[in-house]
């Protein structure tokens, strides 16, 4: 085994470098994937990684290792993959389609191709390209356009988004917040053609992420638990807090007293969550809602170390630095532990190099550098809190993700249970009454006791049966979901 954790790490700007240059390596340079990211080294690209890659890049220039023509060559692949992922954008082949505009999970099924329009993929899209295109380019005018009406289409009727366009499910957070950064960031940095209608759309985007739903006294945003609650809070604040930070002429409708005093509790709250912090926690993302166990959807991790020092570290209502400090020093301690250092797979997490992982990571650690310049390298660790037995260690972090699939199904798993006890007490209820009528009838001698009898006793044993395959088949289908769903963003 390659993977080498050890006491002996790079500084963080070499970390930078180094895990920077391995993307590059496994950037596709042939054929229509050319300047595509896969998950790792020999997986398809998608548009998705890509995106989170190339916001990376973009966002961490002055810390990478490129020349200027690098650069430029990685940055306009990405982007040049990033467009043609995009669903078909002409009139002509846009009428009645759903996904025109968006971009797309793609599925091969049954030698077919199917694609999912995704709220994700479409706004890390968007927020990649506001970055990077050019104002008054083709790409403006056509690709964001195009992509800003689908997302404006998608919003649901209480002003949030959900995973996917409008089918009748309920708004979600983390889609919301990608989607008003979008939003926000398109509406700030371009052209008035290319913003036309969108301040209605934001203001109802962050009046569903105010709302008592998604606003809890103790701080934290969303209806999740545990440290997918972080992940989610931590987005609330970043999204919040980028409306105050670009709206200063007052275009949006907030108030910006309430809206800091949200932010400044959402921190104190995160700061207390020492442990959610340091962990990373994942969420199903439901292309395909009326089968959770279809391969349209996928689950998507959130860094909650990479994401603290990135959305905190810079914040500028943040009121207690001390703690934000010692936070900072813990969560720099994990990631060097995880950091991979085999040189042909220089990223992160050290069991295996992701290219999102090691893009997360990425902007984290120049957030760092920008904010906490005396902090320049991952803080060392006593000997004897490394793990004996690296394997070992890989296994407790993947049984710890399988815990947190066993708990984001564990509703599923009840409604479904819910389900069956509605149907099992229709049938009881039915087989009673033709119990009974056996019983009437026997009385009134209409028909033998003996037949009376026998005929009770085979309804009762169905009843019996029924019960048994019910619940089993409940089980089942609670197991096959959790031992099929693939930890997998591509």
């Known amino acids: 085994m390659n993977t080498n954790i050890t006491n002996v790490r790079p500084t963080i700007s070499q970390y930078i470098q180094n895990s920077s240059r391995w993307l590059q390596q496994i950037q596709h340079q042939q054929g229509k994937e050319n300047g595509g990211f896969g998950e790792y080294q020999g997986k398809d690209p998608n548009c998705l990684n890509t995106s989170e890659v190339i916001l990376a890049l973009k966002q961490s220039f002055d810390y990478l290792p490129f020349t200027q023509i690098e650069r430029d060559k990685i940055i306009k692949d990405g982007v040049d993959f990033i467009i043609a992922q995009q669903a078909s954008i002409s009139k002509e082949t846009c009428q009645g389609e759903l996904d025109c505009g968006s971009w797309t999970k793609i599925v091969h099924r049954n030698n077919h191709e199917i694609r999912f329009p995704d709220t994700l993929r479409t706004a890390y899209a968007l927020l990649a390209l506001n970055l990077i295109v050019e104002a008054g380019s083709d790409e403006e005018s056509t690709s964001i356009q195009a992509g800003l009406t689908w997302l404006k289409n998608a919003q649901r009727y209480n ?91 007052s275009l949006l409708t907030h108030n910006r007293s309430r809206d800091i005093n949200y932010i400044k509790k959402g921190i104190d709250w995160v700061n207390q969550q020492r442990n959610e912090i340091l962990s990373w926690t994942s969420e199903l993302v439901k292309l395909e809602p009326e089968n959770l166990n279809a391969s349209g959807n996928y689950m998507f991790s959130h860094n909650n170390p990479a994401l ?132 009437v009838l026997a009385f009134y001698e209409k028909v033998s006791l003996i037949v009376a009898t026998l005929f009770t006793i085979i309804i009762l044993a169905v009843l019996l049966v029924y019960g048994s395959i019910s619940e089993n088949s409940v089980e089942r289908m609670f197991e096959i979901m959790v031992s099929k769903m693939v930890i997998s963003r591509s």
Request: charged share 20%; aromatic share 10%; proline share 4%.
């Open 159 to 249: 002003g949030g988004w959900g995973y996917k366009a409008q089918d009748g499910q309920g708004s979600e957070l983390f889609p919301t917040c990608l989607c008003l950064q979008a939003l926000v960031n398109i509406f700030y940095d371009r052209r008035d053609t290319v913003r036309t209608n969108l301040i209605e759309s934001i203001d109802r985007g962050f009046g569903y992420l105010e709302t008592l739903r998604n606003f809890r006294e103790d701080g934290s945003f969303g209806n999740s638990y545990g440290s997918l609650l972080v992940s989610h809070t931590l987005y609330a604040i970043e999204t919040m807090t980028l409306r105050l930070q670009k709206d200063k002429n």
């Open 308 to 439: 603290y020092l990135r959305i905190i570290n810079p914040n500028p209502y943040v009121e207690d630095r001390t703690t934000v400090k010692v936070r900072t020093k813990d969560t720099l301690m994990y990631i060097g532990l995880n950091l991979c250092t085999d040189i042909n797979n220089y990223g992160f997490p050290g069991t295996r190099a992701i290219s999102w992982a090691t893009a997360k990571t990425i902007r984290g650690l120049v957030a760092v550098l920008v904010h906490q310049p005396e902090i320049r390298t991952f803080p060392s660790l006593p000997p004897s809190s490394l793990p004996s037995d690296v394997e070992q260690f890989a296994q407790q972090r993947l049984q710890q993700k399988l815990n947190n699939i066993e708990k984001e199904f564990k509703q599923d798993k009840n409604n479904i249970k819910t389900e069956q006890s509605r149907k099992t007490i229709g049938f009881v209820t039915f087989v009673l009454v033709l119990c009974i009528m056996i019983v």
